[in-house]
């Protein structure tokens, strides 16, 4: 593998648990559970579902450390959250908006 092969590769698996963190934190909301399910998550998914959250974010934060160093990796982090978060901000809002539309 060549150097930007790797940095693709490197990106991908910090992006992917970002991307998976803030959904496991969205579900994790009354509020969006309400939108998505028309019911509540029991107490212990939702507990469940903050705390794969957090994790999945703090893994994705050692991933950046480890492969970029501390002082661009968190900038690379913060880039990634932005964009994950954005992205799962940008599907809730069009479900909701297709889920009217109906």
């Known amino acids: 593998m060549n150097p930007s092969q790797i940095d693709l590769l490197a990106h991908g ?9 803030f959904l496991c934190l969205a579900l994790a909301m009354y509020r969006h559970q309400m939108d998505l399910f ?17 994790i999945l974010l703090l893994i994705a934060l050692l991933v950046c450390a ?29 479900f909701d908006r297709r889920k009217h539309r109906s």
């Open 13 to 21: 698996l910090i992006f992917l648990p970002c991307l998976f963190g």
């Open 38 to 54: 028309d019911k509540e998550l029991s107490k212990t998914r939702t507990l469940l579902l903050r705390c794969a959250g957090w």
């Open 66 to 94: 480890q492969t970029m160093g501390w002082g661009f990796g968190f900038v690379a982090y913060s880039g990634h959250t932005s964009m994950a978060g954005g992205l799962v901000f940008t599907g809730l809002l069009l």
